[in-house]
């Protein structure tokens, strides 16, 4: 009877894992406008908007870029956006720390969606004049060095 008891216990406790839920972690990220390619923590995850998961609360490093014709393909307008910006994750109730350990054992299932958007700023293309005198001025600061070098 004893070893009966011990058996049951055992299987009980072997399945207390198939029983235990699981937390999932997403994020989307969206941005006005939309399509640009977005690196989280230097790792490409795709176009706005896109969803990932993760595994941690805190910071994130977020950069976007995206480059659009509002021109026709016989005279293309190139548009450049770019954002470098952080976020913070908020950690929910049940991954409060002493909570987690029971929400990762218990049988439901918990999710944290978190949902970030952003305004991408248009970055304005420089005119042919400016062009040619930064290039002027690159030069100027070349010479310099060869000059600053070679003494």
Known sequence: ML???????????????????CVERRMTIGSDP????????DVEVGRTPVTVPFEWY???????RLDKNV???EKPDIRHYELH?????STPWFQWVGVD??????P????DKQVWAFQIPEVPNPTDA????????LKGELDKEKSRVNK
């Open 71 to 73: 021109g026709t393909p």
């Open 101 to 106: 350990l029971f929400t990762e054992v218990s």
């Open 58 to 64: 805190g910071d994130y490093d977020l950069r976007f």
């Open 34 to 41: 939309p399509g640009a390619v977005v690196w989280v923590n």
């Open 130 to 137: 400016e062009l040619v005198t930064r290039a002027n001025q």
């Open 85 to 89: 910006t952080h976020m913070n994750t």
């Open 3 to 21: 070893a009966k008891s011990r058996m049951l216990l055992l299987a009980m406790l072997a399945g207390i894992p198939v029983l235990a839920g």
């Open 108 to 111: 439901g299932d918990f999710k």
